[in-house]
């Protein structure tokens, strides 16, 4: 909560783009009866706030004509609004005033940006100063770090100093298929030449790793895919296929092995 202000940097000019600027213009009075009912009654769920919009949301997706759930995601993104709770899945809104912590920071839009992509790049070790969009949240760090040259591979990189030292000390791990060292996929395949897919919505027949295969990180490389099923029924964790990337020497099998025996663990299954 005290990095809010980092991102409500800015946040009243929001949103940018054109149409649904538009559109959020359009429906001002809308926006303001948010704001009052939420005043006088917040919080509230979506389904507890009326329609007032003077143009419908239209889209060709899930979202069409969907006008209180976008205004909501809108003023939220505008930092005029927050969520407050929940009641099972559901969100529950409220001004952002009763919910951020009172007085925060705010800083200038550019120091904001700063301050983000130093974490960013913290957290990546080495990223593209400038990247192609994603969705919801930036890949690139702009001038954070210091320059860098990745050998076989075009375009400028930046990469965070502390990684530079040689107290460097792999580990193995079964990663996230959201896990953000895989997340931007192109980097992933440009640094590490891995490639690699979610499959969950591909048909069975088309799959080449499985319905959710967990990345396999071993030292410094990435190695292969664990298609692994957690069965509750008969409490075990079935171990469908070790996808190896390269030949796992004995070294990498056992460490991978200990993997999968720790994951069942911490799922409470037993692995087979």
């Known amino acids: 909560m005290s990095d809010v202000g980092l991102y409500l940097a800015g946040a009243s000019d929001r949103p940018s783009h054109g149409r649904t600027r538009a559109w959020l ?4 009075r809308c926006r303001r009866d948010v704001l009052r009912l939420l005043e006088r009654s917040g919080p509230l769920a979506s389904r507890d706030i009326p329609d007032t919009c003077a143009v419908a949301w239209a889209s060709s997706g899930w979202t069409n004509n969907r006008n209180v759930t976008m205004m909501l995601e809108l003023m939220q993104g505008r930092g005029e609004i927050a969520i407050a709770g929940r009641i099972g899945r559901e969100r529950l809104w409220d001004l952002a005033g009763r919910v951020y912590a009172a007085g925060a920071d705010i800083p200038s839009v550019e120091e904001a940006e700063r301050v983000r992509n130093e974490r960013r790049l913290a957290a990546l070790g080495i990223a593209r100063a400038q990247a ?62 891995f490639e690699y897919t979610l499959e969950m919505y591909k048909p069975a027949a088309k799959r080449r790793w499985g319905y959710f295969a967990l990345p396999i990180l071993h030292g410094d490389r990435l190695v292969g895919k664990l298609d692994a099923t957690a069965d509750r029924k008969a409490s075990v964790l079935r171990v469908n296929a070790i996808h190896e990337d390269a030949s796992f020497s004995p070294a990498m099998t056992t460490a991978v092995r200990k993997q999968i025996a720790d994951l069942a663990a911490w799922l409470g299954l037993e692995p087979v």
């Open 25 to 28: 213009r359009d429906n001002d």
């Open 132 to 193: 192609r969009a994603m969705p919801m949240e930036p890949i690139h760090v702009g001038e954070a770090g210091e320059p860098a040259v990745v050998e076989g591979v075009k375009g400028e990189w930046r990469v965070d100093p502390a990684y530079l030292d040689d107290g460097f000390r792999g580990r193995t791990a079964l990663l996230s298929p959201f896990d953000r060292l895989i997340h931007d996929r192109g980097r992933t395949d440009e640094l590490f030449e």
